[in-house]
């Protein structure tokens, strides 16, 4: 976290290497290319600045949360994990929402994949999915490979006309989970893409350059 008021040392570290757990993998629901009505910025200052919820997260919620984060990924214990990602998304949405003026991120078509997230995981008896929000309207769904047949092959049930679905993605399994015929309705017309991915490494420093210093390409 740092201390310095200037947030200068505060930093990012990794909790483990991407080989830890490999088989962790997102699947993103691309709901809203649009420009956002609140930039996240600007929006994180407005929090901050009118948000009771906002300290008591920051200080309390947010540490006790990490240590269990860590934790859970050490352990690669999935149900655990993906209860804190759910949680701490909420809790985040909640502190958006105690802003004021209130700042809204998800919409209706958010609401909805978190609700059938909640169906998927009902149908498994367990939590296989979970569902996480940065300062949008987008999901992105966390699962683990061994459970991609059920996870994926859920939405790809209701949302196989959009593109961005790998070749041979799962199917099968996951078309028996029952989605709420509103919620199915408002993903199909609300998703306008998905993507799917996997863990990696993050922003690697390079010495590489592709043009020069004069802007001409290199080895040419």
């Known amino acids: 976290m740092g201390s310095a008021?200037?947030?200068?040392?505060?930093?990012?570290?990794?909790?483990?290497?991407?080989?830890?757990?490999?088989?962790?993998?997102?699947?993103?629901?691309?709901?809203?290319a649009a420009k956002k009505d609140v930039a996240s910025t600007a929006g994180m200052q407005a929090t901050v600045a009118t948000s009771a919820?906002?300290?008591?997260?920051?200080?309390?919620?947010?540490?006790?949360?990490?240590?269990?984060?860590?934790?859970?990924?050490n352990a690669r214990d999935f149900a655990k994990f993906g209860e804190l990602a759910m949680r701490d998304s909420n809790g985040f949405?909640?502190?958006?929402?105690?802003?004021?003026?209130?700042?809204?991120?998800?919409?209706?078509?958010?609401?909805?994949?978190?609700?059938?997230?909640?169906?998927?995981?009902?149908?498994?008896?367990r939590i296989v999915a979970a569902y996480t929000?940065?300062?949008?309207?987008?999901?992105?769904?966390?699962?683990?490979?061994?459970?991609?047949?059920?996870?994926?092959?859920?939405?790809?049930?209701i949302l196989g006309g959009v593109g961005?679905?790998?070749?041979?993605?799962?199917?099968?399994?996951g078309a028996a989970v029952e989605f709420d015929e509103k919620i199915a309705s408002t993903l199909e017309e609300g998703?306008?893409?998905?993507?799917?991915?996997s863990v990696g490494e993050g922003p690697i420093e390079v010495t590489d350059y592709l043009i020069d210093e004069q802007g001409n390409p290199v080895g040419q």
């Open 93 to 125: 949405h909640a502190t958006c929402l105690d802003t004021w003026p209130p700042i809204f991120y998800l919409n209706d078509v958010s609401r909805s994949a978190i609700r059938a997230v909640e169906a998927v995981n009902a149908h498994a008896g």
């Open 53 to 73: 919820l906002f300290t008591a997260r920051a200080r309390e919620v947010v540490p006790t949360r990490m240590q269990a984060m860590r934790e859970a990924i």
């Open 191 to 197: 998703v306008s893409r998905v993507i799917q991915t």
């Open 164 to 173: 961005g679905w790998k070749s041979g993605s799962a199917g099968g399994a």
């Open 5 to 32: 008021s200037s947030g200068s040392d505060s930093e990012a570290v990794p909790i483990a290497p991407a080989a830890h757990w490999p088989g962790i993998r997102a699947l993103i629901l691309v709901i809203s």
């Open 133 to 157: 929000f940065d300062a949008g309207p987008n999901a992105v769904i966390f699962y683990e490979k061994e459970n991609e047949e059920v996870v994926v092959g859920a939405f790809k049930a």
